[in-house]
């Protein structure tokens, strides 16, 4: 069945630093892949969406990557602040349907 | 500000006992999706309505059923709530339910408690 995997463990990072998470698919090709902030106890929050054909997508200090080889996106926050500890979730719309598939996500923590 | 708006934030039920979360938009979407979401999971998605068209998952258990009277509101109806049953539903909007263009926009969830 078509998967979206992150990496369940959280990240630690200190403030300034990047941090990068990521987002591995299995048994499908994704047409586009989209990345959402959630925070405790609140509704996911739209961040990216980069295509197939797009190599990298930039927004302020958010860059995405998309490998259709390794079958992989790679998201980046640089120079990171607290402000931005918060689950990262990678989803992308299963090939046929109309399905949005989520990943579990990745829990981010930046320390000051 | 257009946003999506989520009704109560918490509820707490009693096993067997029937439970109505609302959701309602200001985007004038035509999508409007209810998804699960379970500690540490991802959130799973029950079913979606593309204007008055229902979309059922195919593992979405009988005792889920959703209500759309207009645009702006849809309802999630669970009719005998079970323990497994306790997590937060999340009501989320697209103006298209494919392609690129279906980012969605996610309203703060109703966290439920099955007692």
């Known amino acids: 069945s078509q998967k979206i995997e992150q990496n369940s463990e959280a990240l630690n990072i200190q403030e300034g630093k990047t941090a990068t998470l990521t987002c591995n698919y299995t048994?499908?090709?994704?047409?586009?892949l989209q990345w959402y902030r959630q925070d405790p106890g609140r509704g996911p929050v739209f961040l990216l969406l980069i295509r197939e054909n797009e190599k990298e997508k930039r927004k302020e200090r958010l860059k995405v990557t998309f490998d259709t080889t390794l079958k992989q996106s790679l998201f980046h926050i640089t120079a990171s602040q607290p402000a931005d500890s918060a689950t990262y979730l990678c989803?992308?719309?299963?090939?046929?349907?109309?399905?949005?598939?989520f990943g579990a996500g990745t829990r981010l923590f930046v320390k000051a | 500000d257009a946003m999506v708006i989520q009704n109560p934030r918490y509820q707490v039920t009693q096993f067997g006992k029937p439970v109505t979360l609302s959701c309602s938009q200001t985007l004038n979407h035509n999508v409007m999706y209810w998804y699960q979401q379970k500690s540490s999971q991802a959130p799973k998605l029950l079913f979606h309505y593309y204007d008055k068209d229902f979309n059922n998952e195919a593992d979405t258990p009988d005792n889920f059923q959703s209500r759309r009277p207009n645009t702006s509101f849809c309802f999630l109806d669970i009719r005998s709530p079970g323990l497994g049953d306790a997590a937060m539903y999340l009501c989320?909007?697209?103006?298209?339910?494919?392609?690129?263009?279906?980012?969605?926009?996610f309203g703060p969830g109703t966290r439920l408690t099955v007692l």
């Open positions: 989803a992308s719309r299963d090939t046929g349907g109309f399905k949005t598939i």
């Open positions: 989320a909007t697209s103006r298209t339910s494919g392609g690129a263009n279906n980012e969605q926009f």
């Open positions: 048994n499908y090709s994704p047409a586009y």
